[in-house]
């Protein structure tokens, strides 16, 4: 029996979004403040994925300078209708600001998923985790949380509904909210499903740490009311101390071309903090060093309610779709800037590269990145990083330095400045 082994994918692939387009899988994951915008990965037997790129290219599609660590992309919310890729995203202000925090809201769209993407039209400022629901009569909504800056529990008010006109570009009619969450509280990343005659509610509840959760309801009509699911949440890691997935939750369904149903959430991997050790600590509450992470379990129907095979607890190993295997070549372990584009596993901090103060023509071969701000600067810094997938690895930069850079006053600028181009090897 061929398997899938949990992470699918790992290191820093936070909020999966998924969805079936006839025979080919993608799932969307979160991006922050790195830039190009939300990460776009592909797949044929949901065992074997790549990246292939990124929805948000231009500074016209997201724009992030001055933002904070943790702001940006959250949530990205992936469908398909009308022979069109949708995609609902939110640009969140000021996160760290409590009841301050922004979270201008927008959909693109694309008739192929690799782009070109179409300007972000707005779809409010309700909360951070938009989507898009496309109902069988062609009428589309929004579906996105609450933020309430009011002094409360929580800041999360519940979840909220409205018509998009596709046509206008823009919502219309009265918001309604539909649904307030259960005790996790919380209550985040919204997504309807329609499955024979019953729109079915799947939230992230709990928060994003440990007590992390997908929970489900449902209705007969998109509107509600929603009643709750008998068994929720129906994807946790909470109080689970051995489980070696853990904080797990933001899901949503996929069914595979023979019936057969997935869930696909966050989980991170957490290991031992040496002055709290998991033996004997209350929760298994180490670093998830590799960030949030994702992952798939195998889904039943019953009652008409959808349940994680083997109970609430994700796990390590689950059964994998009866499709053919269709693994992709091995990504090179070692690269040498030889092509005229970067890959696309490659991000910067909130801004677009350009040959300003990034190169890969000046010296062939190398990449020539140009210094700009100091470190702790939310401005104009020269960076490239790729995400760090395994917990045991080797990385290695071959880095010739050239064209010192003096202040004023003839000394050197900070480490950061020190040098006004690094030429880069990446031999990792």
Same mark, same amino acid.
């Not at 584009?341 to 062939?364: G, H, M």
């Given at each position: 029996?061929? &398997?899938?082994?949990?992470?699918?994918?790992?290191?820093?692939?936070?909020?999966?979004?998924?969805?079936?387009?006839?025979?080919?899988?993608?799932?969307?994951?979160? &991006? /922050?403040?790195?830039?190009?915008?939300?990460?776009?990965?592909?797949?044929?037997?949901?065992?074997?994925?790549?990246?292939? @790129?990124?929805?948000?290219? &231009?500074?016209?599609?997201?724009?992030?300078?001055?933002?904070?660590?943790?702001?940006?992309?959250?949530?990205?919310?992936?469908?398909?209708?009308?022979?069109? $890729?949708?995609?609902? $995203?939110?640009?969140?202000?000021?996160?760290?600001?409590?009841?301050?925090?922004?979270?201008?809201? !927008?959909?693109?769209?694309?008739?192929?998923?690799?782009?070109?993407?179409?300007?972000?039209?707005?779809?409010?400022?309700?909360? $951070?985790?938009?989507?898009?629901?496309?109902?069988?009569?062609?009428?589309?909504?929004?579906?996105?949380?609450?933020?309430?800056?009011?002094?409360?529990?929580? /800041? #999360? @008010?519940?979840?909220?509904?409205?018509?998009?006109?596709?046509?206008? @570009? *823009?919502?219309?009619?009265?918001?309604?909210?539909?649904? +307030?969450?259960?005790?996790?509280?919380?209550?985040?990343?919204?997504?309807?499903?329609?499955?024979?005659?019953?729109?079915?509610?799947?939230?992230?509840?709990?928060?994003?740490?440990?007590?992390?959760?997908?929970?489900?309801?449902?209705?007969?009509?998109?509107?509600?009311?929603?009643?709750?699911?008998?068994?929720?949440?129906?994807?946790?890691?909470?109080?689970?101390?051995?489980?070696?997935?853990?904080?797990?939750?933001?899901?949503?369904?996929?069914?595979?071309?023979?019936?057969?149903?997935?869930?696909?959430?966050?989980?991170?991997?957490?290991?031992?903090?040496?002055?709290?050790?998991?033996?004997?600590?209350?929760?298994?509450? @180490?670093?998830?060093?590799?960030?949030?992470?994702?992952?798939?379990?195998?889904?039943?129907?019953?009652?008409?309610?959808?349940?994680?095979?083997?109970?609430?607890?994700?796990?390590?190993?689950?059964?994998?779709?009866?499709?053919?295997?269709?693994?992709?070549?091995?990504?090179?372990?070692?690269?040498? %800037?030889?092509?005229?584009?970067?890959?696309?596993?490659?991000?910067?901090?909130?801004?677009? %590269?350009?040959?300003?103060?990034?190169?890969?023509?000046?010296?062939?071969?190398?990449?020539?990145?140009?210094?700009?701000?100091?470190?702790?600067?939310? !401005?104009? *810094?020269?960076?490239?990083? *790729?995400?760090?997938?395994? #917990? +045991?690895?080797?990385?290695?930069?071959?880095?010739?330095?050239?064209?010192?850079?003096? &202040?004023? +006053?003839?000394? $050197?600028?900070?480490?950061?400045?020190?040098?006004?181009?690094?030429?880069?090897?990446?031999?990792?």
């Amino acid at each position: 029996m061929a &398997t899938i082994t949990n992470p699918i994918l790992t290191g820093f692939r936070p909020d999966p979004s998924i969805i079936r387009v006839e025979d080919d899988y993608y799932i969307a994951t979160s &991006t /922050f403040e790195w830039f190009p915008g939300i990460l776009l990965h592909h797949s044929k037997d949901l065992v074997n994925w790549r990246i292939i @790129g990124h929805v948000l290219n &231009t500074v016209d599609h997201l724009d992030m300078r001055g933002m904070d660590n943790s702001e940006g992309v959250y949530a990205p919310a992936l469908s398909y209708a009308d022979g069109k $890729f949708w995609c609902c $995203f939110s640009n969140v202000h000021s996160c760290r600001g409590g009841t301050w925090m922004s979270t201008p809201s !927008y959909v693109v769209s694309a008739e192929d998923i690799h782009g070109p993407w179409s300007k972000p039209l707005s779809i409010g400022n309700y909360g $951070f985790d938009p989507s898009l629901f496309h109902d069988d009569d062609g009428k589309k909504y929004m579906v996105n949380m609450v933020w309430d800056g009011r002094k409360k529990t929580d /800041f #999360f @008010g519940g979840i909220v509904l409205q018509e998009f006109d596709a046509e206008l @570009g *823009q919502l219309v009619g009265e918001e309604k909210v539909v649904f +307030n969450g259960t005790k996790l509280g919380c209550t985040e990343g919204p997504q309807i499903l329609k499955k024979d005659g019953w729109y079915y509610l799947i939230t992230a509840e709990g928060g994003t740490s440990y007590d992390h959760a997908v929970t489900v309801c449902r209705a007969k009509n998109v509107w509600g009311p929603y009643e709750l699911h008998p068994e929720n949440p129906i994807l946790t890691s909470r109080h689970q101390d051995d489980a070696e997935l853990q904080r797990a939750g933001h899901g949503f369904l996929v069914e595979t071309q023979n019936g057969e149903w997935y869930l696909s959430h966050l989980c991170g991997r957490p290991i031992s903090d040496p002055e709290n050790p998991k033996e004997t600590s209350k929760y298994a509450q @180490g670093r998830c060093t590799l960030g949030r992470e994702t992952a798939l379990q195998n889904v039943e129907w019953r009652d008409n309610w959808p349940f994680v095979v083997g109970g609430t607890t994700p796990r390590l190993e689950i059964q994998a779709p009866k499709l053919a295997a269709q693994p992709w070549p091995i990504e090179a372990s070692r690269d040498d %800037f030889d092509n005229n584009t970067l890959a696309v596993k490659y991000q910067s901090l909130k801004d677009p %590269f350009e040959e300003s103060w990034i190169s890969l023509s000046k010296r062939p071969g190398y990449l020539r990145l140009a210094g700009r701000d100091y470190l702790y600067s939310r !401005y104009n *810094q020269s960076m490239l990083a *790729q995400r760090v997938t395994a #917990f +045991n690895c080797i990385s290695e930069n071959r880095c010739r330095v050239c064209s010192p850079l003096t &202040t004023a +006053n003839g000394r $050197f600028g900070s480490l950061l400045l020190t040098w006004r181009t690094l030429l880069f090897k990446n031999l990792s």
